[in-house]
RNA sequence: GCGGCGGUGGCGGAACGGUAGACGCGGGGCCCUCAAAAGGCCCUGUCCGAAAGGGCGUGUGGGUUCGACUCCCACCCGCCGCACCA
């Protein structure tokens, strides 16, 4: 019946050029200088909708247009309910795989970096996001890292950057150092998969770890969600307990060592019979040295560093170690109990030392029962029997008169007072949180800003130095040093204090430094004075609403927390979490399958765009499911919102011709009855789903309640005024604006020759969210039997007689004893009988 | 092992303790057409029944309730994170 075609790739371009010809997503930051408070007070409220920035490498997939839709929609909604949204982009550009790309095909990051960033801004335009791009940023440019290099010395001259050698995880492949975080359970590289190594070489670590206690409590107040916070609280890994003395005094006993070791069980400490210390530990072959035990202990400590972290980590495997000859004292009770090396302890957590006490833990238990160690139970539970090893709660036995029978939680509480008091120990808490190391042997990465100096030591490069550029070489590929050291011109310069000969610091950061702090960066992003202006801060930042994937629960999260509260601490920030809420977007699949090249399942945005258009693409993988949960694409999936979208514009375009083209406004028709007023209903009822939805991120039902109501504009088309055709076909547009930008904006202008996103966000009318009449659901024991009319206004009693005179039910009820009615007004009745 | 999330038609998924299966996909029938594409209309959990209607149905087994996908207890299965963390 129409000649109207949807044609997306006619009305998508058309918009597109629009937007970039006005800059329509641009916003100016309110005057500099002024006091936050004054300069907003006449001002609508800020909103910052944030995505984690992409990683240019190759080209966008489909995962990137789902998280991008689903901030975009975001954005646009906050802008509709009036306020001022920022929406940045920038690119995370640093980073391993463009540099083993350039080592493979001889192209440099640099130019294969840019290349891809040009492709992700050409799909970025054409899928039609929201995006300012006057705060345009990527972390290679010398303009954005000259400040991270700024933040990492204002870090190093508080003492939070820090140099020390150190067991590090080493990949072998990609000839660099990793952070523990980038080496996964079964000891591989997160990016090559090979077996990581382990060295002993100087580098910079972060103190993340001084910010444990806050990271950790200051989770309570962000609006995350529980299970990133779990991870993150699982990662700082927080155990209370108590730092405990054992003395050796085997070699001089007027000159003891003292061992520490923590505990989460002083309650036990009665219980320890055998030391063990890690194989790792600095004191291990000097206490075993003159002993039967040398050289057994060195052969061990030898296999033990020698291994991987798969093999070392295996719970599985038997418990192995060797005994050092040597006693320790234990403070409670004054006994020598014999000392071990054994690599079931680990150098990384508390001291690298534990007691044993294997009636109370499995592991010490496994190791006691292998080495036919004594094995004294100090806990009993109330029933009196307990199968060793026994974890639970109970009395305390064979411990001392003063703590025997009592509750060992009570005990533990004593025992460390006591220990508290004679100086061997006291309540401590550890942290399964290291130290974050930041230091790459790689090229393209943020250069370490530091020179060495023979006289000096490490000297900071002069702020006003910076940035210290990445310089040009031939020849990045890794040989176990940084390419950097090679470039003579940039590793030789002089000493910025004493002005002598130095040695550049030829390392690069892990490039989750520079996305640390990329989102201070774009809220004043043109600024060559400083990193960033207070004021500007102050407009927009926290982050409002940040959206990514989960897989950067922990890392990326968390350092970015880390920096914000390190920069609040040196006064350069005044808030202490970045991101406000956060919501993480569910991956896509197909066929059940992760997308990846080698499996060939990759759904390509660029070609859907060409086939069904952006908006379809975009709104499809916000119907598809909760965009919190995992979804698998269906191109079957994506061509039926093509041609919902498809059948909502041909409404607007044929109802447009019949009110003979655009007139401004879009106000509700004056109240109706019959189809007039069901099609206004449900025109109201679908603003208030959109809204409700929108606001709690359950986007597909959103755009499910649009589907109906252009349903139902469909049903009643022909037995409807135009205006109030008009209105239903224009609040449609409206609403799902959000999603589908450019259809929507066609749609609304044809009706009113208006932009849509000028217009504010819709209001439901109260009195047509509510019916007069309505389909009384009428149950007898809890199954529904029959469906009468009833007024809204109707009362309890008059209801229960409607139901009671149902026909369906009354065939229900015959020769039963009605015992009970139960009304739910507005719902239904049920009727209870025997 | 610990922690988290989930299990609903052929499929993706809806459902403040109140009509289970919205919306979409797929499937079937029909209209438009010379035909096709595009578009439109109707049906579609399952079993019995010509129909009216009825039985059964949200992983399993219990419980609370007039009423349970929803709340409680126990279990099974799947996914994710952490894991020799003292």
Same mark, same amino acid.
């Given at each position: 019946?129409?000649?109207?075609?949807?044609?997306?790739?006619?009305?998508?371009?058309?918009?597109?050029?629009?937007? &970039?010809?006005?800059?329509?997503?641009?916003?100016?930051?309110?005057?500099?200088?002024?006091?936050?408070?004054? &300069?907003?007070?006449?001002?609508?409220?800020?909103?910052?909708?944030?995505?984690?920035?992409?990683?240019?490498?190759?080209?966008?997939?489909?995962?990137?247009?789902?998280?991008?839709?689903?901030?975009?929609?975001?954005?646009?909604?906050?802008?509709?309910?009036?306020?001022?949204?920022?929406?940045?982009?920038?690119?995370?550009?640093?980073?391993?795989?463009?540099?083993?790309?350039?080592?493979?095909?001889?192209?440099?990051?640099?130019?294969?970096?840019?290349?891809? @960033?040009?492709?992700?801004?050409?799909?970025?335009?054409?899928?039609?996001?929201?995006?300012?791009?006057?705060?345009?940023?990527?972390?290679?440019?010398?303009?954005?890292?000259?400040?991270?290099?700024?933040?990492?010395?204002?870090?190093?001259?508080?003492?939070?950057?820090?140099?020390?050698?150190?067991?590090?995880?080493?990949?072998?492949?990609?000839?660099?150092?990793?952070?523990?975080?980038?080496?996964?359970?079964?000891?591989?590289?997160?990016?090559?998969?090979?077996?990581?190594?382990?060295?002993?070489?100087?580098?910079?670590?972060?103190?993340?770890?001084?910010?444990?206690?806050?990271?950790?409590?200051?989770?309570?107040?962000?609006?995350?969600?529980?299970?990133?916070?779990?991870?993150?609280?699982?990662?700082?890994?927080?155990?209370?307990?108590?730092?405990?003395?054992?003395?050796?005094?085997?070699?001089?006993?007027?000159?003891?060592?003292?061992?520490?070791?923590?505990? /989460?069980?002083?309650?036990?400490?009665?219980?320890?019979?055998?030391?063990?210390?890690?194989?790792?530990?600095?004191?291990?072959?000097?206490?075993?040295?003159?002993?039967?035990?040398?050289?057994?202990?060195?052969?061990?400590?030898?296999?033990?560093?020698?291994?991987?972290?798969?093999?070392?980590?295996?719970?599985?495997?038997?418990?192995?170690?060797?005994?050092?000859?040597?006693?320790?004292?234990?403070?409670?009770?004054?006994?020598?109990?014999?000392?071990?090396?054994?690599?079931?302890?680990?150098?990384?957590?508390?001291?690298?030392?534990?007691?044993?006490?294997?009636?109370?833990?499995?592991?010490?238990?496994?190791?006691?029962?292998?080495?036919?160690?004594?094995?004294?139970?100090?806990?009993?539970?109330?029933?009196?029997?307990?199968?060793?090893?026994?974890?639970?709660?109970?009395?305390?036995?064979?411990?001392?008169?003063?703590?025997?029978?009592?509750?060992?939680?009570?005990?533990?509480?004593?025992?460390?007072?006591?220990?508290?008091?004679?100086?061997?120990?006291?309540?401590?808490?550890?942290?399964?949180?290291?130290?974050?190391?930041?230091?790459?042997?790689?090229?393209?990465?943020?250069?370490?800003?530091?020179?060495?100096?023979?006289?000096?030591?490490?000297?900071?490069?002069?702020?006003?130095?910076?940035?210290?550029?990445?310089?040009?070489?031939?020849?990045?590929?890794?040989?176990?040093?940084?390419?950097?050291?090679?470039?003579?011109?940039?590793?030789?310069?002089?000493?910025?204090?004493?002005?002598?000969?130095? *040695?550049?610091?030829?390392?690069?950061?892990?490039?989750?430094?520079?996305?640390?702090?990329?989102?201070?960066?774009?809220?004043?992003?043109?600024?060559?004075?400083?990193?960033?202006?207070?004021?500007?801060?102050?407009?927009?930042?926290?982050?409002?609403?940040?959206?990514?994937?989960?897989?950067?629960? @922990?890392?990326?999260?968390?350092?970015?927390?880390?920096?914000?509260?390190?920069?609040?601490?040196?006064?350069?920030?005044?808030?202490?979490?970045?991101?406000?809420?956060?919501?993480?977007?569910?991956?896509?699949?197909?066929?059940?399958?992760?997308?990846?090249?080698?499996?060939?399942?990759?759904?390509?945005?660029?070609?859907?765009?060409?086939?069904?258009?952006?908006?379809?693409?975009?709104?499809?993988?916000?119907?598809?499911?909760?965009?919190?949960?995992?979804?698998?694409?269906?191109?079957?999936?994506?061509?039926?919102?093509?041609?919902?979208?498809?059948?909502?514009?041909?409404?607007?375009?044929?109802?447009?011709?019949?009110?003979?083209?655009?007139?401004?406004?879009?106000?509700?028709?004056?109240?109706?009855?019959?189809?007039?007023?069901?099609?206004?209903?449900? /025109?109201?009822?679908?603003?208030?789903?959109?809204?409700?939805?929108?606001?709690?991120?359950?986007?597909?039902?959103?755009?499910?309640?649009?589907?109906?109501?252009?349903?139902? @504009?469909?049903?009643?088309?022909?037995?409807?005024?135009?205006?109030?055709?008009?209105?239903?076909?224009?609040?449609?547009?409206?609403?799902?604006?959000?999603?589908?930008?450019?259809?929507?904006?066609?749609?609304?202008?044809?009706?009113?020759?208006? *932009?849509?996103?000028?217009?504010?966000?819709?209001? &439901?009318?109260?009195?047509?969210?509510?019916?007069?009449?309505?389909?009384?659901?009428?149950?007898?024991?809890?199954?529904?039997?029959?469906?009468?009319?009833?007024?809204?206004?109707?009362?309890?009693?008059?209801?229960?007689?409607?139901?009671?005179?149902?026909?369906?039910? @009354?065939?229900?009820?015959?020769?039963?004893?009605?015992?009970?009615?139960?009304?739910?007004?507005?719902?239904?009745?049920?009727?209870?009988?025997?």
């Amino acid at each position: 019946m129409s000649e109207h075609r949807y044609d997306p790739r006619e009305i998508e371009p058309r918009w597109q050029a629009l937007w &970039a010809r006005e800059r329509t997503w641009e916003v100016v930051n309110l005057e500099e200088g002024a006091s936050p408070g004054a &300069a907003r007070a006449n001002e609508p409220p800020s909103s910052y909708v944030l995505e984690m920035l992409p990683y240019p490498s190759g080209e966008p997939h489909i995962g990137h247009l789902k998280c991008y839709s689903l901030g975009d929609a975001i954005a646009h909604f906050h802008r509709r309910l009036g306020k001022r949204v920022l929406h940045p982009m920038g690119y995370d550009a640093f980073g391993l795989p463009a540099e083993n790309h350039a080592i493979r095909t001889g192209v440099h990051p640099r130019v294969s970096t840019a290349e891809s @960033i040009a492709e992700f801004q050409r799909q970025f335009r054409e899928w039609g996001i929201s995006i300012d791009w006057s705060r345009e940023l990527a972390t290679s440019e010398p303009s954005y890292y000259r400040w991270t290099q700024w933040i990492f010395l204002e870090l190093f001259k508080a003492g939070l950057a820090y140099r020390r050698e150190a067991a590090v995880k080493w990949c072998p492949n990609d000839q660099t150092v990793l952070a523990n975080e980038q080496v996964d359970a079964e000891g591989r590289c997160e990016r090559c998969g090979c077996l990581v190594e382990v060295r002993q070489l100087e580098q910079w670590f972060l103190r993340i770890t001084d910010y444990a206690e806050r990271l950790l409590a200051d989770l309570d107040v962000i609006d995350w969600p529980e299970h990133v916070k779990t991870m993150q609280r699982n990662w700082i890994g927080r155990s209370e307990g108590a730092e405990v003395t054992f003395r050796c005094e085997d070699f001089d006993p007027a000159h003891p060592v003292d061992y520490p070791v923590f505990t /989460t069980r002083p309650d036990t400490l009665f219980g320890a019979t055998f030391f063990v210390m890690a194989p790792e530990h600095p004191d291990v072959l000097r206490l075993a040295e003159g002993t039967d035990h040398e050289q057994a202990a060195r052969e061990y400590v030898n296999k033990a560093l020698n291994e991987t972290n798969e093999e070392r980590g295996d719970t599985e495997k038997p418990k192995t170690g060797v005994p050092l000859g040597r006693t320790v004292t234990n403070p409670v009770n004054g006994e020598r109990i014999p000392m071990f090396v054994a690599d079931y302890v680990l150098m990384e957590y508390g001291t690298g030392a534990i007691m044993a006490v294997p009636a109370h833990d499995e592991r010490d238990y496994e190791f006691a029962v292998t080495f036919g160690l004594p094995i004294r139970q100090v806990i009993e539970p109330l029933d009196g029997d307990a199968e060793l090893p026994y974890m639970g709660d109970g009395v305390l036995i064979n411990s001392n008169p003063q703590f025997d029978g009592m509750n060992n939680r009570e005990a533990l509480a004593a025992i460390v007072a006591w220990l508290d008091r004679e100086g061997k120990g006291h309540a401590s808490v550890n942290y399964r949180l290291r130290d974050w190391l930041v230091s790459r042997q790689r090229y393209w990465g943020c250069p370490i800003p530091v020179v060495y100096c023979d006289t000096c030591g490490i000297v900071a490069v002069p702020a006003e130095q910076l940035p210290v550029e990445l310089p040009e070489i031939e020849d990045y590929a890794p040989r176990g040093r940084s390419p950097l050291a090679s470039a003579e011109d940039f590793l030789n310069t002089s000493c910025p204090s004493c002005e002598g000969p130095a *040695r550049r610091e030829t390392d690069t950061m892990d490039t989750f430094v520079d996305s640390s702090w990329y989102f201070l960066r774009y809220c004043d992003a043109r600024n060559d004075e400083v990193p960033w202006d207070a004021g500007a801060l102050a407009e927009w930042m926290p982050v409002d609403q940040y959206i990514g994937g989960v897989e950067h629960a @922990i890392l990326h999260l968390m350092y970015a927390r880390f920096f914000t509260k390190a920069l609040a601490d040196l006064g350069h920030l005044e808030f202490q979490e970045p991101f406000q809420a956060l919501f993480t977007q569910g991956m896509v699949t197909k066929d059940g399958a992760k997308m990846s090249k080698s499996r060939g399942n990759v759904v390509s945005p660029a070609a859907l765009v060409q086939r069904v258009g952006a908006d379809a693409t975009r709104c499809y993988t916000l119907f598809i499911g909760p965009p919190d949960q995992d979804a698998d694409w269906s191109d079957k999936g994506v061509e039926g919102v093509h041609r919902f979208l498809g059948r909502l514009w041909r409404l607007a375009a044929e109802t447009a011709e019949r009110t003979g083209g655009p007139a401004p406004g879009l106000d509700s028709p004056p109240p109706a009855e019959g189809d007039e007023l069901a099609l206004l209903r449900k /025109t109201n009822w679908a603003i208030d789903k959109v809204s409700t939805d929108l606001r709690r991120f359950a986007f597909n039902t959103a755009i499910a309640a649009v589907m109906e109501l252009v349903n139902e @504009i469909s049903r009643l088309r022909d037995a409807v005024s135009l205006e109030a055709l008009r209105f239903a076909i224009g609040t449609a547009g409206s609403l799902l604006f959000p999603f589908a930008p450019h259809t929507c904006a066609d749609v609304y202008e044809q009706l009113t020759g208006e *932009r849509v996103w000028e217009q504010p966000w819709p209001e &439901a009318e109260e009195e047509l969210l509510e019916r007069e009449v309505y389909e009384l659901v009428c149950q007898v024991n809890g199954k529904v039997r029959d469906r009468v009319q009833a007024s809204a206004e109707a009362t309890p009693e008059q209801l229960k007689d409607l139901c009671r005179g149902a026909p369906n039910v @009354i065939a229900h009820l015959d020769g039963k004893e009605l015992v009970k009615e139960i009304v739910v007004p507005g719902k239904l009745v049920n009727l209870v009988v025997r």
